[in-house]
T-cell receptor, first 113, second 112 residues
Framework: GAGVSQTPSNKVTEKGKYVELRCDPI?????LYWYRQSLGQGPEFLIY????????DSGLPNDRFFAVRPEGSVSTLKIQRTERGDSAVYLC???????????FGPGTRLLVL | ELKVEQNPLFLSMQEGKNYTIYCNYS?????LYWYRQDPGKSLESLFV?????AVKQEGRLMASLDTKARLSTLHITAAVHDLSATYFC????????????FGKGTHLIIQP
């Protein structure tokens, strides 16, 4: 079946702009996670959704970052007033159950100029 | 704060050789995962280890978990070039509600 999909695959923006990154999880997966991966590092947890609600947003670095999952399927990660330090690959993962194996999407490569 | 340390961070080895990657974590955890990442690609799940003494094998890769030592190993047997990739271990901090905490990864190059 189809895996986790993310759009866009690449995004270039200017400092101070607003961006939205989309994640489409595997059908039926209730748990959805966002991570950020910088070059040469492991992914860092940002936020976890169980259904429509953000069960854990402790990894969001500041209030410029926000994510939603209004219908319990597709999720959007929103970044306001982007900074050059936000440049990274943003990964989305989904899991069929809370605490299950996480299946990762291909990521969105964000470059803030 | 949960910390996950991998070593080595970089490994170059020849085909046919055996080697082990180590993953230490700092607090009690319910689950330990190993992922593979090829350059420019996303993460592929390799193993999930759920209990002390758990051992899983797939082809030339074998993973084990010692929860008392807070240590997992990924052993490579008779390495082949196709296993060249970056390998991450990741730990579930507990309760299933949080995201995974990843190590920095081991960049593995297997030369003919």
């Amino acid at each position: 079946g189809a895996g986790v999909s993310q759009t866009p695959s690449n995004k270039v923006t200017e400092k101070g702009k607003y961006v939205e990154l989309r994640c489409d999880p595997i059908s039926g997966h209730t748990a959805l996670y966002w991570y950020r991966q910088s070059l040469g590092q492991g992914p860092e947890f940002l936020i976890y959704f169980q259904g429509t609600g953000a069960a854990d947003d402790s990894g969001l670095p500041n209030d410029r970052f926000f994510a939603v999952r209004p219908e319990g399927s597709v999720s959007t990660l929103k970044i306001q007033r982007t900074e050059r330090g936000d440049s990274a690959v943003y990964l989305c993962a989904s899991s069929p159950i809370r605490g299950g194996t996480q299946y990762f999407g291909p990521g969105t490569r964000l470059l803030v100029l | 704060e949960l910390k996950v340390e991998q070593n080595p961070l970089f490994l170059s080895m020849q085909e046919g050789k055996n080697y082990t990657i180590y993953c230490n974590y700092s607090t009690t955890s319910d689950r330990l995962y190993w992922y593979r990442q090829d350059p420019g690609k996303s993460l592929e799940s390799l193993f999930v280890l759920l209990s002390n003494g758990a051992v899983k094998q797939e082809g030339r890769l074998m993973a084990s978990l010692d929860t008392k030592a807070r240590l997992s190993t990924l052993h490579i047997t008779a390495a082949v070039h196709d296993l060249s990739a970056t390998y991450f271990c990741a730990v579930d901090s507990g309760g299933g509600a949080d995201g995974l905490t990843f190590g920095k990864g081991t960049h593995l190059i297997i030369q003919p």
